[in-house]
């Protein structure tokens, strides 16, 4: 049955984290007019902190809600209902981490605005076109079919809302640009991005796959994990947590900040130098890998926490990458403010940053579902 187009101007934009739950409301210019971080726990019934923070939010046309995983359903931004909410459910086991905050987060604020439409903005979804090549495993076929494992990419609303800003800034359209997006947080990747489409990006099933992050490994040769099953005698509840929580900078350096490591590494820490060098190497040699797939490189885009705020990281990155005309101007990269471009004049390649927002990637989305427009990737 057709569904009437909705107005939805004013947004709200609810993104539940293990440390937040975050709230946003989004207004048609794309100015944040209300903002609260609140405890995860205010996703319980009756909390009151989630019910001034509505309130004090006011008037809201619609709901967009950040998923971490739309298993291989759902393929871009869904009005959600009955039915897309059991399949939310369904698909927790392959974002155990982050499934349950999301779901909680839905059910929170639906049952304080139930007549008002609730949208789910998924960071699978940007990658969802990705080629067969790109998306899939050279593994038993009975293992693709029967249990879905596939690489689906995630950070998507991020990779998004950059790949689209990064060419506003470069005032091109973008589906004229290829451009590589390194979102570089806790929790780290890339993507490959032409014709304003995903096709190829670093994390694959699970958010474990690619770069070194904070506390999680990357990828790791899935040989030394059966190793370490069969012949150490670890659990595999220990390896998984030793992955997810105690490998990647914390791993290296003994702490996941990469202010720390930095400072330390400056200092001469042996240990901080390896882990800073570690990520460099991983991350440039991904960057070429994904330059690859856009057949050349237009862009290259930081964003995230260690992304906007780490200019050793972007220098040290592109010092590697000169080979593919990659070159940052050094007082243009240290004193990078967020939308900025900090390449060297006259480089083939780019060099760009921008801030991360996810909550207007998302309040873009609920009103192209609600409008009843068709979602692009970017362009």
């Avoid at 909705?6 to 947004?11: Q, S």
């Avoid at 998004?160 to 470069?170: F, G, I, K, V, W």
């Avoid at 991005?193 to 899935?222: C, N």
């Amino acid at each position: 049955m057709d569904v009437a187009p909705l107005n939805a101007d004013r947004v709200l934009v609810v993104n539940a984290g293990s440390s937040s739950l975050k709230l946003r409301v989004v207004e048609p210019d794309d100015e944040v007019t209300v903002s609260f971080d609140l405890s995860p726990d205010a996703s319980r019934s009756g909390d009151a902190d989630l019910e001034d923070a509505l309130s004090e939010a006011g008037c809201i046309d619609a709901v967009g809600h950040r998923v971490v995983h739309g298993g291989q359903r759902f393929r871009s931004s869904v009005r959600i209902d009955d039915d897309v909410h059991r399949e939310l459910r369904s698909v927790t086991d392959l974002a155990p981490q982050h499934q349950p905050l999301s779901l909680a987060g839905i059910e929170a604020v639906a049952a304080r605005l139930p007549r008002t439409p609730a949208v789910a903005c998924f960071d699978t979804a940007f990658h969802a076109r990705l080629p067969p090549e790109a998306a899939t495993y050279a593994i038993p076929a009975d293992w693709r079919q029967r249990y879905g494992i596939a690489r689906y990419g995630f950070h998507g609303l991020s990779h998004a809302h950059a790949a689209r800003r990064a060419a506003e800034l470069l005032g091109r359209a973008p589906a004229d640009v290829r451009i590589v997006t390194c979102h570089l947080g806790a929790g780290a990747s890339l993507a490959a991005v032409r014709g304003g489409v995903a096709v190829d990006t670093t994390m694959g099933f699970t958010p474990l796959e690619g770069l070194v992050m904070a506390t999680r490994s990357g990828t790791v040769d899935p040989g030394a994990v059966l190793w370490l099953l069969r012949r150490a005698g670890l659990s595999a509840d220990e390896v998984a947590g030793a992955l997810e929580h105690g490998s990647g900078l914390k791993g290296l350096a003994g702490t996941a900040d990469m202010r720390e490591v930095l400072d330390a590494a400056d200092a001469g820490d042996a240990a901080a130098g390896l882990a800073r060098d570690v990520y460099v190497h991983r991350l440039s040699a991904s960057v070429a890998a994904m330059a690859a797939s856009t057949n050349g490189l237009d862009a290259l885009v930081f964003t995230g926490g260690v992304g906007e705020n780490a200019p050793a990281i972007r220098a040290r990155a592109a010092d590697r990458l000169r080979f593919l005309g990659v070159e940052v101007d050094p007082d243009r990269n240290s004193a990078a403010a967020p939308d900025a471009d900090v390449g060297a004049s006259g480089a083939a390649v780019r060099t760009l940053v921008v801030r991360a927002r996810e909550d207007l990637e998302i309040a873009r989305q609920v009103r192209a579902v609600l409008s009843g427009a068709t979602q692009p990737d970017v362009a």
